[in-house]
T-cell receptor, first 113, second 118 residues
Framework: AQSVTQPDIHITVSEGASLELRCNYS??????LFWYVQSPGQGLQLLLK??????LVQGIKGFEAEFKRSQSSFNLRKPSVHWSDAAEYFC???????????FGTGTQLKVEL | DTEVTQTPKHLVMGMTNKKSLKCEQH?????MYWYKQKAKKPPELMFV???????INESVPSRFSPECPNSSLLNLHLHALQPEDSALYLC?????????????????FGEGSRLTVL
């Protein structure tokens, strides 16, 4: 069965600093990969997705992620963080069968002003 | 603005009550989902409907009863809940493609219904 690991439970960055959130997955083939963001008390919003092709994908709000097959990773990056980026970030994997999306445990991002 | 609408946003109920959560989408999606999310945890899948038919039930207790009356609506009927069922309940929808009715995993979520069971 597929699994998703987000090794960082909490990350704190200063506003304007760069950000990288880590995500590793376990699956025999290349899955569909996603990053979702959740603000407090809200639903989840899709930031970006990877299905195939170019391994560097651009998303909304200035986020990007890079798929690295050799490392089974799909790390999320942003060059300059804004205070409004403070939220919970979930990496997720979908293997195309069974219509099940498996979420990582999430990374809580705090932004210091 | 989310295109998946959930009502009510907040619900408080006693253990003997019967209530329902409602979800509506008008994006033409043919897969709809219920997730349960406890504080500081990722969403946990409860049910999946594909083409208005229940396709996945993640061994959810029978006190939760889903219903998909049509392709735009999804309900979750609640009865005899326990305090540990208090959580944020998220509805989501997605496109289905192909003869095998597969989703790509790109889900559109509502803002959730915050349930408190006393």
């Amino acid at each position: 069965a597929q699994s998703v690991t987000q090794p960082d439970i909490h990350i704190t960055v200063s506003e304007g600093a760069s950000l990288e959130l880590r995500c590793n997955y376990s699956y025999g083939a290349t899955p569909y990969l996603f990053w979702y963001v959740q603000s407090p008390g809200q639903g989840l919003q899709l930031l970006l997705k990877y299905f195939s092709g170019d391994t560097l994908v651009q998303g909304i709000k200035g986020f990007e992620a890079e798929f690295k097959r050799s490392q089974s990773s799909f790390n999320l990056r942003k060059p300059s963080v804004h205070w409004s980026d403070a939220a919970e970030y979930f990496c997720a994997v979908h293997t195309g069968g069974g219509n099940k999306l498996t979420f990582g445990t999430g990374t809580q991002l705090k932004v210091e002003l | 603005d989310t295109e998946v609408t959930q009502t009510p946003k907040h619900l408080v109920m006693g253990m003997t009550n019967k209530k329902s959560l409602k979800c509506e989408q008008h994006m033409g999606h043919r897969a709809m989902y219920w997730y349960k999310q406890k504080a500081k945890k990722p969403p946990e899948l409860m049910f999946v409907y594909s083409y208005e038919k229940l396709s996945i039930n993640e061994s959810v207790p029978s006190r939760f009863s889903p219903e998909c009356p049509n392709s735009s609506l999804l309900n979750l009927h609640l009865h005899a809940l326990q305090p540990e069922d208090s959580a944020l309940y998220l509805c989501a929808s997605s496109r289905l493609a192909g003869s095998t009715a597969q989703s790509t995993g790109e889900l559109f979520f509502g803002e959730g219904s915050r349930l408190t069971v006393l």
